[in-house]
């Protein structure tokens, strides 16, 4: 049952050092697909970046989302989390900080952003990076530094968001110095190229508050203006002196008088006030800051009562900007204001921005229904607004953490659809095409890893385009587009295009030698699932005796020839081979390989030539290699695998005892090795092929130590799925049952999920006697099985065969009769074609048949009897010698 789990993944980034060699178990095969690295001779570095390659995308365009939205804290959240990840190369990680920065400086953390822009490299110093260090000097009031940073930008490396920012601080700072005509004209450009509203929002409050007092606060101009304001109380003037007194008190650092100033204006000023109002509310909320009563109630107040659209819309980021770094209560509260304001009649003018911030709440809460039908609500009511990229992205990112990847295909493509080329297009491409490859495995379909193919060769392509214009881009490799385009091709069927990207040299050119490497390994596996072995072999050895490609890439093919000269059985082959990638190693273009390569290569190769000759029986001279192998590499993937390449000789040979204590000891003195986890897993299938109760006891406590020593998915799911099916050999029944539930329960997303419910089908089934409610569960697993479309054949098949006999055994023959009969027309009624690969379904459904044909007769039905024995014939189903028998018997006038 396992080799159905860990199989899965076989062959497409499957096998490790050596071969899954033809007398192991399939479970065994299996497994070693699940634990093993998914290529070798790769570096971790590359595996990292393989597998961490869509949380990164995803985290920036979600980052990206929030921070054109206001959600200042939560993009910041997403930007860290890319930066803790280590798959991200320097050139991206300089990127993530500029827009971690962003973040910082959307909530007016300047001292941290500027800690941020510190780090990054001076070589990646340029216009972005100016444009922010002028941005937190704007926020430091150091205008020395603010003049400095502007200078140091020509403007020719700037557009959209930065462009914009680059206008507002020329302008702010020509506001500073009284240059009033000047500074409008800037103004207007920056509000003219402002990326958002959000943006554009933030401009004008930045506009507001610094011409409430221009120059440095002090203390006779905080006298002059308290003399002013008192001699112009109950004016309209003496509110403007009110409000220019408390900016200076608060950069006096004197807050709480400021405070209290604003409070008392706005305590006597009326709506009818107005702008001077809204002024009012705006500024006490910026001086008293939403971490405080006064100032959470003053954005507030403005947003519900406000006359000034911007100046609300400036509040409701502030109100967002708090909610995303606060949560908890504080997400509450601002839902319910959300909801409030919507409800209103006549509607609120910033209606549009309250539907895309619930949206964006709900989705940071999970809350996947609320926020898309906020989506739906916003793009039916405003089908024209300048939200509407932003609420797509909502929408792809709803439907992925949903996991309904076909969904997220859709609405990413939509949204790729509205920009123009450039960097942000090719991550759009490259998460449609993730999303299409996890609809793939998801379902089992070819059409979804053929468009994701199509999906990742677009991005491949704008990726080439702009890199050849000079343009980087830092979000997604070319090699690992690549790499997925290739994949996707093989998981789709469609080899000729895998082929064909892998021939293409103009291509190649932008491909690095561990991607390619990587691609032609799941095309040379994908050949061999497909018996196509001599073609597969042809191929590797004419890339290894190629002098066109790079050494490290020929070293891997001579490598993988040599491999393949094991797995084929041509293991007289194998010692040449061997011999020819050590002797590469000794070339001027060999030794300029990377040394840890080089070691890596030379210990597998030595591995390869000591299973050569355990393959051929030379037992003596094969332990000798192994022990050799281990002297000369101590230390090396090889010389661990060597060990477990030993014990399964050893297996072969039945010294089952001996197998497993070798394989517990590897598992023992290198507990951080990769290959622990499948030592103590093939230790455990010793144990069980000892067969005693004794020894399958002890089997199950390994697998016990497996799953606890180590708790990630890939080891704890098959460690799990084994302990069950031992525990069910044992007759223990409950055991069995507690732990595939868990599985079932703590694994919803797992490809083995599957075989895991039809276990434990069965496992309710042996228990139903003493409990009928244990039936009612199990056959409702078997019904959802039968039918499963992201199921395979075989499994389908099974779950519909024990379905049906079920039912037969619980005594109600007419329910049985019925799904024998559904289980015949799905694999082999009229038409039928899809769904059937495989070959354990055709036992399944041959048992079936002859359940029915049984069934038939005993009610008389003889043509029928007839009918479905010669269906069996016809098709070629097993049990052919039975089914003539019986026809026979019939044809005599008796039953067989």
Known sequence: MIGAVAGVALGLGGVGLVRAGAQDPAELQGMRSALEPAVPLV??????????RAQILWSFALGKSALEGGFYALAEGYFRSMLDEAALDARARSKVRLELVSALIGQGRGEEA???????????????????????????????????????????????????????????????????????????????????????????????????????ATEALANTLREQMAANEGRSIGVQFALQYAVVLDGLGRKEE?????????????????????QTLLLLGLVATVARAEGQSAFRE?????????????????????????????????????????????????????????????????????????????????????????????????????????????????LREE??????????????????????????TADDFRNAAEAYATAFA????????????????????????????????????????????EALEFVDVESRWQAEWNLVRYLQLQERYEEAFARVADLGAGESIPAGLRLRFLWLAAQMSVETGRVSETADRVEAVLAFLETPEGREVDESLRREVASSA?????????????????????????????????????????????AAENRLADAQQLLVTLADTNKGSEYAPLALYEAALQAERRGQDAFLSEAGQLLERLATEYPEERYAF????????????????????????????????????????????????????ADPSKFEAAVTRLERLAVLPSAEADLRAEAGYKLARAWKVYGNVERATQLYWDLYQRFLGDGTRAGRSGTRWRYWVSRGLLELAELEAAAGRLDNARDLYEALLEHRLPGGQLARGRLAAMRDGRRG
């Open 606 to 650: 030595s591995l390869l030539r000591a299973e050569a000759l355990l393959s051929e029986g030379d037992t003596d001279a094969g332990v000798a290699a192994v022990e050799r192998l281990r002297e000369e590499f101590p230390g090396t993937r090889a010389a661990l695998y060597s060990f477990i390449v030993q014990a399964r000789h050893l």
């Open 718 to 769: 098959p460690a799990r799925l084994k302990q069950a099916d031992i525990a069910r050999r044992l007759n223990q029944f409950a055991v069995a049952e507690q732990i595939y539930r868990y599985l079932e329960n703590a694994y919803p997303n797992h490809p083995g999920r599957s075989v895991v419910q039809l276990a434990l089908a069965d496992t309710l089934l042996a228990q139903a006697d």
């Open 419 to 444: 920009l123009p080329a450039g960097p942000e297009r090719v991550w759009l491409s490259a998460l449609i095409g993730e999303s299409y490859f996890r609809a793939g495995m998801q379902f089992g």
């Open 258 to 278: 400021a405070i209290e100033v604003l409070l008392r204006q706005r305590d006597v000023l009326q709506p009818e006030d107005g702008d001077l109002k809204d």
């Open 462 to 505: 704008e990726v080439v385009e702009l890199q050849t214009a000079g343009l980087a881009v830092t979000e997604v490799s070319s090699g690992t587009l690549f790499y997925q385009r290739v994949l996707s091709a093989i998981r789709g069927g469609d080899i000729d295009e895998a082929m064909a990207a892998l021939d293409d040299e």
């Open 114 to 216: 500027a800690e941020v822009l510190a780090a990054i490299d001076e070589a990646a110093r340029d216009d972005a990076w100016w444009v922010r260090a002028a941005a937190v000097a704007f926020l430091e009031a150091n205008e020395a530094g603010w003049a400095r940073a502007l200078e140091e930008i020509d403007g020719s490396g700037l557009a959209g968001p930065d462009e914009a920012m680059y206008f507002f601080l020329r302008a702010a700072l020509e506001d500073r110095r009284g240059e009033r005509s000047v500074a409008d004209a800037d103004y207007e450009q920056a509000f003219a190229l402002s990326a958002s509203r959000a943006q554009r929002a933030v401009f004008r409050l930045a506009q507001l508050q610094g011409r409430l007092v221009s120059g440095e």
């Open 302 to 414: 403005l947003l519900v009562s406000g006359h000034d659209p911007e100046l609300q819309r400036a509040a409701l980021i502030r109100l967002a900007a708090d909610v995303s770094a606060q949560g908890g209560g504080s997400a509450e509260a601002f839902a319910g204001l959300l909801d409030e304001l919507l409800e209103r009649d006549p509607p609120h003018p910033l209606m549009e921005e309250l539907l895309f911030f619930r949206a964006q709440l709900a989705l940071r809460e999970r809350d996947f229904e609320r926020a898309e039908a906020s989506v739906d609500t916003l793009l039916t009511r405003f089908p024209g607004t300048g939200l509407r990229r932003h609420a797509v992205a909502v929408l792809a990112a709803s439907s992925w953490q949903r996991q309904r990847f076909r969904n997220a295909a859709a609405h990413l493509t939509a």
């Open 43 to 52: 570096s971790s570095d590359t595996e990292v970046r393989q597998n961490a």
